[in-house]
Each structure stands twice: as structure tokens, then as C-alpha cells.
């Protein structure tokens, strides 16, 4: 459930007051695209408010999920960096202001503070990624699924026993995260809600007993 620092943060208030001089604004409308996969763009967006989903289509139309950005993250980085298309999409999942900064390198060269944030953005990225790729390999569905809803999961107090997702992802959304079908998810989701470790409440999704479901996801099987 731990929340990675946004790019933003990493930043002092004098580099972002910095950056800010060459970036533009604008609000892109739910289901809008910010940076379309394959296109040959080299600016790099800051989400300000909002959020944006980073997507891929197999060939037989299947939607991948990569995960979230939300105020204070950078997309479209690794296309500024390598020159080459964008290796994914980013939709806005809501009205969504989203900041474009042209000649991205020249920033980094001209501010070495956003070079050290981007080596510690990219490590990051490059943790979360071998973590997923290890989840996808070695643990099954129910382990999986439990994960990716304590990762989505407000950040709690440390003394809570409970904590929202909010909103509830849908059991969509859910596999294309984790890299199964809707109606794996569905099975599973049932099964924790009959054992009183999920509820839905609305518009939310409580994850009623912590305890229980992190010694779930690290159960071997």
C-alpha cells in the first residue's frame, strides 16, 4: 500500500517554479487521449489534477492496464528520452489538467536537480515493474488480485484494521491489471466477500480486514 513520491515531489519548489516557465496547460476531457500510442511526440506531460491511465491493445483488442497517474506524475518520458514512439497511451480517466513541456532534455541539461529526479523515477519504475513481472509469473490468481487491491487502497492509518478504494475498480479493470479475465476476477472477488474480507459500500470498495488479506497474499499455494 505504499505510495510512491510523484515526480513532482522529488522536486524542490524553485525546480518546479522552474519547469513551469516552459510547460503549457491544458484539460483534456474523460476518455480523452494525452499521449496516443505510436505517435512520434517528444514532450513530456506533469499530471496537475485529475488522472490518466496508461494503456495498451493486444492484437485481439484485450486492453492491458500499466497503472495509474495522478497530480504530480510525468508520462511520456521514455519517448523523450530514447527518441523513439511512445511505448503506450495515456487516457484521461476524468477531467484531467495536464502540463506538456517541449524539449525535455534540453530541461535536464539545463537543471541537473530533474536528472536525479528522473534516475529515481525510472528506478522506481523499473522496481514496480520487476515486482509485477515476478506476481505474473509465480503467483495465481487469488494472490495476484489481493495485491493489486491493496495497492489500489486508500492510504490508511497505521493502526487501521479497514481501508476504501474509492472509487471500487470495476472486476474489468481488475484483470486487465493483473493480467487475467473478468470472470476470474469475479470468482474471486465472490469468495473474499463471502469470507466478510471485502464489501462493497456504494460507490467504494471496503477492504474490511488488512490482516487477513496481506498473510492471503503471501500464502503460498
Known sequence: MTRLPTF????????????????????????????????????????????????????????????????????????AIDGKARSASVVALEV??????????????????????????????????????????????????????LRRADKPDETASAVFINPAPTHFELAASISTHREAVSREMSALGKKGLIERRGHRLLLCDLAALEMLAGKEE
Open 96 to 149: 484531467t489538467r495536464a502540463a506538456s513541456a517541449p524539449a525535455f532534455r534540453r530541461l535536464i541539461a539545463d537543471h541537473p536537480e530533474f536528472s536525479w529526479a528522473l534516475l529515481e523515477h525510472l528506478a522506481a519504475g523499473v522496481r514496480h515493474m520487476t515486482e509485477r513481472v515476478y506476481e505474473f509469473s509465480t503467483l495465481v490468481v487469488r494472490r495476484r488480485l489481493i495485491l493489486e487491491l
Open 8 to 79: 513532482l515531489s522529488r522536486l524542490g519548489d524553485a525546480a518546479v517554479a522552474a519547469l513551469s516557465k516552459h510547460w503549457t496547460v491544458r484539460t483534456y476531457a474523460p476518455d480523452e487521449l494525452i499521449v496516443a500510442h505510436r505517435e512520434s511526440g517528444r514532450d513530456v506531460f506533469f499530471i496537475l489534477e485529475g488522472h490518466g491511465r496508461v494503456t495498451l491493445f493486444s492484437e485481439n483488442g484485450r486492453e492491458i492496464f500499466y497503472g495509474d497517474r495522478g497530480p504530480g506524475d510525468i508520462v511520456g518520458e521514455v519517448a
